[in-house]
């Protein structure tokens, strides 16, 4: 798998329909000067094994913006983020876990290499990638898929970074 380099402007993403994904997880409001994903992800992982209809061994991590998070942005802006695994169906959730469905959807699929914690690459997607292409960002859940190469927080990760997009 090729992975686009973080500080290269010809960063060029894979452009992927999702179908849609069934989700059961941990959520929780927060914002970039709260960050609490370090929390929400302890607390997920402790409990991960109670789900037992997984499709895949990937964990997805969701964030849901609000429809003017872009636009008015501030570093307190609340989002909400999920800790999840895609099931085949909503019937045996654990106690005090949520389910969630992400709608089926476009999407530019950027392979991101490096720290969990280097945010650069959102702002090379956002600030370079999107304003220059032919798409539009869509009011829609964003993710990554952290598959069995992903390790938190190590330069050598890889994982997916699927922005929803649509036309303009």
């Known amino acids: 798998m090729d992975f686009n380099d973080t500080m290269s402007l010809k960063m060029e993403p894979r452009i992927a329909f999702s179908n849609e994904k069934k989700l059961v997880g941990k959520r929780l409001i ?3 000067s709260n960050d609490k994903t370090g929390e929400l992800w302890k607390s997920f992982m402790s409990r991960r094994k109670e789900i037992t209809n997984n499709l895949t061994t990937d964990f997805i991590s969701m964030t ?14 609340d989002v909400e983020k999920w ?43 956002f ?25 938190h927080a190590d330069p050598d990760s890889e ?10």
């Open 127 to 151: 600030g370079d990638w999107l304003p220059k292409s032919d798409f539009m960002l869509d009011d829609r859940p964003h993710f990554e898929v952290l598959g069995e190469k992903y390790k």
């Open 83 to 125: 800790a999840t695994v895609e099931v085949s169906d909503f019937e045996q959730v654990p106690n005090d876990m949520e389910t969630f469905t992400l709608t089926a959807g476009l999407y530019a699929v950027f392979n991101y290499k490096g720290s969990s914690t280097d945010t650069s690459i959102f702002h090379s997607i």
């Open 159 to 168: 994982e997916e970074i699927w922005i929803p997009i649509r036309t303009n």
């Open 30 to 32: 927060m914002s970039l």
């Open 64 to 77: 849901r913006y609000s429809p003017n998070y872009f636009a008015d942005f501030t570093s307190t802006n």
